[in-house]
């Protein structure tokens, strides 16, 4: 039997799927993720993308939706199919050299986590892969998100890295990809997305990445058989490195 709740708490919303396990069967950990979504959407919105991913990917994981910290300044892309309100996690000029508010939605992002985790990974779409993208690089700097654990694994949907092709860099974002990031990653990338070679590119700087190429454009994708084997297989070894790590000490005092 599976529980299924999608409990609302602060600006998040946590969907989580989990299947009863046996008495006395250890179950490896279910990995707890936090959830970006797109530039002018919603952590609802992303959920919806999400949710049509097979449940036997779903029931296995622990996902936290999370709004971004400032109201859409424009018109969104998914007025059609979807209803405000929107958001946004940082702004940018025309050009996308210069940016606005990316420190402080840093801030927003650590504030929740502190309040709401420890969360294993990262999920991202859009606008909020590139934060996915960047964070454990600003993490190992010290630029951002110093007061919570280091992210241990990420999922990249239309992401890219700054500086690309096409983006400037943010000032917390300078030394985000110095040196190869070397926490393990799932990318997925369209052929059809008008970021696939800026998602190519942020490829290069991962350890051994894991990517999946889908048809489409710039969208959550349906998962095929093949790639619903590859995400399967992604997060069995993420549950399994989970599992592996020494359980934390508790003071006897």
């Not at 969907?15 to 530039?39: D, Q, S, V, W, Y």
């Not at 002018?40 to 939706?65: E, H, N, V, Y």
């Given at each position: 039997?599976?529980?299924?709740?999608?409990?609302?708490?602060?600006?998040?919303?946590?969907?989580?799927?989990?299947?009863?396990?046996?008495e006395?069967?250890?179950?490896p950990?279910n990995p707890?993720?936090?959830?970006?979504?797109?530039?002018?959407?919603?952590?609802r919105?992303?959920?919806?993308?999400?949710?049509?991913?097979?449940?036997?990917?779903?029931?296995?994981?622990?996902?936290?939706?999370?709004?971004?910290?400032?109201?859409?300044?424009?018109?969104?892309?998914?007025?059609?199919?979807?209803?405000?309100?929107?958001?946004?996690?940082?702004?940018?000029?025309?050009?996308?050299?210069?940016?606005r508010?990316?420190?402080?939605?840093?801030?927003?992002?650590?504030?929740?986590?502190?309040?709401?985790?420890?969360?294993?990974?990262?999920?991202g779409?859009?606008?909020?892969a590139?934060?996915?993208?960047?964070i454990?690089?600003?993490?190992?700097?010290?630029?951002?998100?110093?007061?919570v654990?280091?992210?241990?694994?990420?999922?990249?949907?239309?992401?890219?890295k700054?500086?690309?092709?096409?983006?400037?860099?943010?000032?917390?974002a300078?030394?985000?990809?110095?040196s190869?990031?070397?926490?393990?990653?799932?990318?997925?990338?369209g052929?059809?997305?008008?970021?696939?070679?800026?998602?190519e590119?942020?490829v290069?700087?991962?350890?051994?990445?894991?990517?999946?190429?889908?048809?489409?454009?710039?969208?959550i994708?349906?998962?095929?058989?093949?790639?619903?084997?590859?995400?399967?297989?992604?997060?069995?070894?993420?549950?399994?490195?989970?599992?592996?790590?020494p359980?934390?000490?508790?003071?006897?005092?």
């Amino acid at each position: 039997m599976l529980g299924h709740s999608y409990p609302c708490f602060q600006t998040g919303l946590r969907f989580k799927l989990t299947a009863m396990a046996p008495e006395n069967h250890l179950k490896p950990k279910n990995p707890r993720i936090l959830c970006l979504h797109g530039f002018r959407t919603s952590g609802r919105i992303l959920q919806a993308g999400i949710g049509k991913w097979p449940d036997t990917i779903l029931r296995d994981l622990d996902l936290d939706f999370l709004d971004a910290p400032f109201p859409a300044t424009g018109k969104s892309d998914v007025e059609r199919f979807f209803d405000p309100p929107y958001y946004e996690w940082y702004q940018a000029n025309k050009g996308f050299k210069e940016y606005r508010n990316f420190e402080e939605c840093l801030a927003y992002i650590e504030d929740y986590m502190l309040k709401n985790g420890p969360f294993d990974g990262l999920l991202g779409f859009s606008q909020g892969a590139f934060l996915t993208a960047a964070i454990p690089g600003m993490q190992e700097q010290g630029t951002a998100l110093t007061k919570v654990p280091k992210v241990k694994f990420l999922v990249i949907i239309s992401g890219a890295k700054f500086p690309g092709l096409m983006f400037g860099e943010p000032k917390a974002a300078v030394n985000a990809f110095s040196s190869p990031v070397r926490c393990p990653s799932l990318h997925f990338i369209g052929e059809r997305d008008f970021l696939k070679t800026e998602g190519e590119v942020l490829v290069e700087s991962f350890v051994e990445p894991v990517v999946i190429h889908h048809s489409g454009g710039h969208i959550i994708p349906k998962l095929d058989t093949e790639a619903e084997e590859t995400v399967l297989s992604f997060f069995q070894r993420i549950r399994q490195m989970l599992s592996d790590e020494p359980a934390p000490v508790r003071s006897l005092m």
